[in-house]
């Protein structure tokens, strides 16, 4: 075990349990291959417990008014700076991530609580004028209920953090299972917000096998909402389960991102952004730019720009200071990046840089950047999620737009040009529910973060972020 890794529990009911008489899973740390915790998973008796836990504090909380609730999460958001070193090694030991990108994700989480105390604080109803002047209309905007969320791996602090601070802003309670393979991250800020007075019940927190965990929940009459980040697959698979229960799901998916050089961007800083961008969490981002479309004039000498910026990327572990590049979080990303680029490579693609695993114990891969990919690739239709970019070149905005919107994808799209009239054009016509014109940093509380099509629906950030979390009531009086 790691001396910096803590103990890992179940939060059920404001009790830590323990993982005594509890089946566990090991936490493995990408970067060196040693288990440094087990996680506990959640006996049906603990999802009852849960269950009927968020379900009491649901009535508790929705009515603690929202001006005292907007104190509990920004003294959420004060503990979890104050304990940003401690949380951010615990995140890189168990994600692999650099310490300077697992510290702008907890600062960047406190942020999200501070948006979401005040953002409910401004939940507001109307009043309706009436037909007959005897009849008080009045429309209020009310916590949906309990919510059971679902929160991958690749953000172990964003991701819980947008749906909790969100739901319990709006008066909601949560039950949230986390990523099993970064299971401290979100009991940390679990624990910041336990501290910070949050009463027992509101937050629950449990681990276990997805799949049975997410189908139990969802189940439950208590639960009266869902909100999933992770896979495409799992997605359309909850998607079915709260179809079938009749309540309304989040769901943020993959990406495919394409990303747009025309031939008057500044190709230099493009090259450095995107590289930058792209290999930023290891390419495990479902934002990561990954089918890089350059206008033809310019393709040789972006490309040569960008594999110098990518080969200077210094790959290794996350604790080390001087890491841009961590490892590869587990070994399926590694197998099914290594499947990937072997099947490209099979069908005529180039590698320019990179394209094979670097030895030792943990999970490294070389940033890898392939070239003359044909359409029927795999990796032309697959996320990568994994140090992968595709370059490809186009020949005019309608080619490069039609390539663009040719997958199922529509999360986030990238274009980098000096033509305001071209930026307002593929801003218009990419579908994807985030568009970066010249860079590539998308994650802030305060803007709206969701896609389109096969990438989800909702939004998990600014103003839109609470607004699945309420319902509608109207109250016509006489
Ligand atoms: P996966 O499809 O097995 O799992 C994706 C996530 O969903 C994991 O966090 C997993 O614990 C969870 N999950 C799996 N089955 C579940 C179920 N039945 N109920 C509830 N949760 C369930 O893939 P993976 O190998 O863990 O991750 C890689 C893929 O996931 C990538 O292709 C990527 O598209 C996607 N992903 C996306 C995001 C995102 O931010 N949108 C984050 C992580 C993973």
């Not at 509990?72 to 979890?80: D, G, H, M, Q, Y």
């Not at 594999?307 to 979080?329: F, H, M, R, W, Y």
Request: with cysteine; proline share 7%.
């Amino acid at each position: 075990m790691h001396n910096a890794y803590s103990k890992l529990f179940l939060l059920i009911d404001g009790e830590w349990l323990s993982a005594d008489g509890r089946d566990v899973s090991p936490v493995v740390n990408p970067a060196t291959g040693e288990t440094i915790g087990e996680v506990p998973h959640a006996t049906r008796a603990d999802l009852d417990a849960a269950l009927a836990s968020s379900q009491r504090a649901f009535k508790t909380w929705r009515n603690t008014s929202a001006y005292e609730r907007a104190k509990v999460l920004r003294k959420t958001a004060e503990l979890l700076r104050a304990r940003s070193e401690d949380i951010a090694t615990k995140l890189t030991l168990e994600q692999g991530k650099p310490l300077f990108e697992a510290r702008y994700e907890v600062a960047s989480s406190a942020d999200y609580f501070e948006w979401f105390a005040e953002e409910g604080r401004r939940v507001y109803g109307r009043i309706v004028p009436p037909r007959n002047q005897a009849v008080h209309q009045l429309v209020r905007r009310e916590p949906i209920g309990p919510v059971a969320a679902f929160a991958p791996w690749n953000f172990p602090a964003i991701t819980p953090t947008r749906k909790i601070a969100a739901a319990l802003a709006a008066g909601c309670s949560v039950i949230i299972k986390p990523g099993e393979e970064c299971p401290a991250t979100a009991l940390e800020i679990a624990r910041a917000l336990h501290d910070a007075g949050l009463p027992p019940g509101v937050l629950n927190v449990v681990f276990g096998a997805p799949a049975e965990i997410s189908e139990y929940l969802i189940a439950s009459p208590v639960t009266r909402k869902v909100s999933f980040t992770g896979s495409v697959p799992v997605g359309r698979h909850l998607s079915v389960l709260a179809g079938q229960a009749l309540k309304p799901i989040t769901l943020e998916l993959g990406g495919h991102a394409p990303a747009l050089i025309f031939e008057d961007a500044d190709l230099e800083s493009a090259a450095r952004i995107l590289a930058a961008g792209k290999f930023r969490g290891t390419g495990q981002i479902c934002l990561s730019p990954t089918r890089i479309l350059v206008q033809k004039p310019v393709h040789e000498k972006f490309l040569d720009l960008f594999a110098k910026a990518t080969e200077g990327l210094k790959v290794g572990n996350g604790l080390d200071p001087k890491t841009q590049v961590g490892p590869i979080s587990n070994q399926r990303r590694i197998d099914a990046v290594s499947d990937l680029i072997s099947d490209a490579t099979a069908r005529g693609a180039r590698i320019v840089t990179g394209g094979q695993r670097i030895a030792g114990p943990g999970l490294f891969w070389q940033p890898t950047i392939l070239a003359d990919i044909p359409t029927a690739a795999k990796v032309m239709h697959e996320e990568p999620f994994g140090p992968l970019a595709l370059v490809l070149p186009f020949d005019t905005i309608d080619d490069a737009l039609e390539e663009s919107n040719r997958l199922p994808y529509g999360l986030a799209a990238y274009a980098f040009t000096e033509s305001a009239r071209t930026a307002i054009r593929v801003g218009k016509e990419l579908d994807a529910g985030m568009i970066g014109i010249n860079h590539t940093q998308m994650i802030v509380c305060e803007l709206p973060f969701g896609g389109v099509k096969d990438s989800g629906h909702g939004s998990e950030g600014g103003a839109e972020g609470i607004q699945s979390y309420l319902t509608t009531k109207f109250i016509s009086q006489v």
